[in-house]
């Protein structure tokens, strides 16, 4: 059985955040208003949504695979991240991205723009160690394994 998640959707016209096919992880995220968004410039496109996460599950928003193909739009940040507090009447989730282009580009209303998808994001207590103690099998860093 699916977990209930309460949604809230600022423009009822639009429907509600929906996954494609039964084997969908991630739901998508639609415009709520048409948005310029000029060469060089940071764009926030407003999803319609605002989404209490359920506790100790995080949402994480995700470019879809077509984004770049479609609209040349890329996500500045890579993923963004709903906290479980950021849900008050005035916190509709936008959706960042920047236009790498030498024109304006418009994302019109009712565009899938982004997907979510909700991860388990328990909260843990550090325990300050000394390095011997998080084991001596080091990979290295950065391209070391290959």
């Known amino acids: 059985m699916a977990m209930k998640v309460q949604i809230h959707r600022l423009d009822k016209d639009l429907p509600l955040p929906k996954y494609e096919t039964s084997g969908s992880f991630g739901f998508d995220f639609l415009a709520r208003e048409d948005t310029v968004i000029e060469p060089g410039q940071i764009g926030l496109v407003p999803s319609n949504v605002i989404v209490k996460c359920p506790a100790e599950l995080a949402l994480l928003i995700l470019p879809r695979s077509s984004t770049y193909r479609k609209t040349g739009l890329v996500f500045p940040h890579s993923v963004g991240l709903v906290d479980q507090d950021y849900c008050g009447p005035e916190d509709e989730i936008f959706i960042q991205l920047v236009n790498p282009r ?45």
């Open 102 to 146: 030498n024109h304006d580009v418009v994302v019109k209303r009712g565009d899938k723009i982004a997907q979510g998808l909700f991860v388990r994001s328990p909260k843990v207590d550090f325990v300050e160690v000394e390095p011997e103690f998080l084991g001596k099998d080091s990979r290295g860093g950065f391209g070391s394994t290959d």
